[in-house]
């Protein structure tokens, strides 16, 4: 009821109802004149009100303009030195670094798809070089000064690795193994030269590995390259990336190691590639990580398949399971006509601890190349990796530094072959 009651204020700043008769002469004059006065102040001062307000809110804005972007920059920055990935986000679509969350460590070059796509001849069937879960590896030709696609006499040439899986694992392996390769820096793993991510397309750009896989040599029956000490220098350049790994000041478990994965140059130097599935080792206070099982079959740790616990020693097995594909030349898993499977460990395992039958697992391509005592030694190397118990199994280092030993009897074995040889040639030359 107060409200209905309540009488209506004038304010002289409204314009007021014209009366019902319109003054004349002198009285018109003056209200005339008293109007445009009212006017003309009225739009004085809205007009300085309004000027006022627009200075306050360009100053506040240019403010809040400065602020966010010390903010932005103060916050990349601790990122960047919590988790070790320096940014670089004018190369990431705003759109999707608010999804990725982070960008690549160190100068990693950010490719446009449109130049990928050419350097691979519109990722043609004819580039392409290997397959994979994560998708198709392509062979391209790219000018890095320029960053454009090239023909093959002016530019380098990269493998090019495309995400053919979609889905939220597709995408996490992506930007895990992009997270991971972005800080890594040893010659034993492979080099990653940029990365793409735009639109719906994922892609790693790569070093190129002229050699191809180890797997590949291995697998193929007519392949005499890998003759025995290309072998065991594969086997020590191999471990030591692993080492590297499990070294770091966060160890890292590759959780994929399979020859497949162990990539060769033109001088048969190994360099360990795929860190799709890598994920940090358990911390100090931690014996082991629980995780979803992931990798390939035949390289599995008893322990890692049975139930999910991922420590360091699980790479271990893994890589024992590599060495053991080096001495004998068979693959991981057999598949039989008839559909049964062979696991190389369980079939190998009672040959390697009889050095009576350790010639029926030895690679018949380098069985006159390797003694006796350096395939017992291999042997015995192997069969350590491959213990149940992962407590009884070696560190990668101590894997490493009996590897290097090996490698250096052999060497000095072949040294002391070479100059019996010689010396035998000689005196038969003298004798004749």
Aim: overall charge positive; charged content about 25%; some cysteine.
């Amino acid at each position: 009821m107060g409200n209905c009651l309540r009488k209506k204020t004038q304010d002289l700043n409204y314009p007021q109802p014209e009366p019902a008769h319109p003054p004349t002469g002198v009285d018109a004059i003056h209200i005339s004149r008293a109007k445009k006065i009212s006017t003309s102040s009225v739009q004085q001062r809205t007009s300085s009100a309004k000027s006022s307000k627009d200075e306050q809110c360009g100053a506040a804005l240019q403010e809040r303009s400065r602020h966010v972007s010390s903010y932005s920059r103060k916050e990349v920055r601790r990122k960047n030195r919590k988790q070790g990935f320096p940014a670089n986000p004018r190369d990431w679509p705003v759109s999707k670094v608010k999804k990725v969350g982070w960008v690549p460590a160190r100068n990693i070059n950010g490719f446009r798809y449109s130049v990928l796509r050419a350097a691979t001849q519109k990722f043609s069937d004819e580039n392409l070089i290997g397959e994979g879960g994560f998708g198709g590896v392509y062979l391209g030709y790219i000018n890095l000064s320029s960053m454009d696609a090239a023909n093959p006499n002016t530019s380098r040439a990269v493998a090019i690795k495309k995400l053919g899986r979609r889905g939220v694992q597709g995408d996490e392996q992506w930007k895990n193994e992009l997270r991971f390769l972005s800080t890594f820096n040893h010659p034993n793993v492979v080099t990653l030269v940029g990365y793409c991510y735009e639109r719906d397309n994922r892609l790693l750009v790569y070093e190129y590995m002229c050699k191809g896989s180890l797997d590949a040599h291995l697998s193929s029956e007519n392949d005499t390259e890998l003759n025995c000490s290309r072998r065991i220098k594969i086997a020590v350049g191999a471990a030591r990336a692993v080492d590297y790994l499990h070294t770091r000041p966060k160890p890292v478990i590759h959780r994929d190691l399979k020859a497949s994965n162990i990539l060769l140059d033109a001088d048969f130097n190994p360099k360990l590639s795929d860190f799709g599935l890598a994920r940090f080792g358990p911390l100090d206070d931690q014996s082991y990580v629980s995780t979803r099982i992931l990798g390939t079959r035949g390289y599995f740790a008893p322990e890692y398949f049975k139930t999910g616990h991922l420590t360091v020693k699980t790479d271990v097995y893994s890589f024992g399971v590599v060495l053991l594909e080096i001495l004998s030349g068979c693959v991981a898993v057999k598949k039989y006509a008839d559909g049964t499977t062979r696991d190389l460990p369980v079939w190998a395992k009672p040959h390697l601890s009889n050095q009576m039958e350790l010639h029926n697992i030895i690679d018949m391509r380098i069985a006159r190349d390797i003694e006796m005592d350096e395939a017992h030694k291999f042997a015995t190397i192997i069969q350590q990796c491959l213990s149940s118990d992962p407590k009884d199994r070696p560190t990668m280092s101590e894997v490493l530094a009996d590897l290097e030993q090996l490698q250096q009897n052999m060497l000095l074995s072949n040294l002391n072959s070479i100059g019996l040889s010689k010396y035998h040639r000689s005196r038969r030359a003298l004798i004749t």
